[in-house]
């Protein structure tokens, strides 16, 4: 057991460390290289054969789905949990804990569906890459095109898209008995929306303390180190 607990601290730094980096070179692509890198890390400290012969799978669907938060907005989420107002810092951490949530969701649900893909029970990916676009549109043009559910106006809210998308691949996941996934993917999110809203908080702490350090990069860390040690924990 103690030896498990290692893997999921050595997961949790991986991807915590390669999403800091991430913060210096790009939105979807950044995402992507520090989900995969994570992902890779969590297969070579698994120890599971099986799951070396489909490591490049496994890494590439971790990428897509981590990747694919990164067309989110935050920037100005980030500000309101700085705020001086409890109600502004309020929202702004529970806004943060959603957007994290759903990095968590999508890239720790789509990896787990390629460890749960067997040859008597294969992932349908057309399918389910066609059920997460619809759901992405029809949530999208719900909530905010007919609705006007804005959370970071002005800047754009495709944070409603992801929204779709993660709840379309859960229901793929429930319709074709695939629990584990689910479990994945559940877990992984609160990890990750706890490490955005966490990291939020311990950003606006070192720079009310005047720490002088890249508190931004802190906060990508922790965002990183809570979702990838989660999406560890219910994976091993």
Known sequence: M????FNILA??????TTWAIRGHFGHEQGAAWAGGIGAL????LSQRKDWYAKMVTISLSAAIGWG???????GI???YGRSVSFLNAAYGLLMLFVLGGLFGLLGGGLMGLTLDSTKEKRVKWGSLMAEMIAGG??????????????MTPPRHETWAVCLGAGMAMLWYMARNHHPVPVRIAVITALGAGFGFAFGNFLQTLGTVLEINFNMW?????SLGFFGGGSMAYAVL
């Open 77 to 79: 989420v980030v500000g």
């Open 41 to 44: 890390a969590l297969v070579l």
């Open 11 to 16: 997961v949790a730094m991986t991807l915590g």
């Open 217 to 221: 990069n802190v906060m990508e860390y």
């Open 137 to 150: 549109i029809l949530f999208y043009s719900f909530l905010i095109t007919k609705h006007n559910l804005l």
């Open 2 to 5: 103690k030896k498990q607990w």
């Open 68 to 74: 694919a938060g990164g067309m989110m907005s935050y």
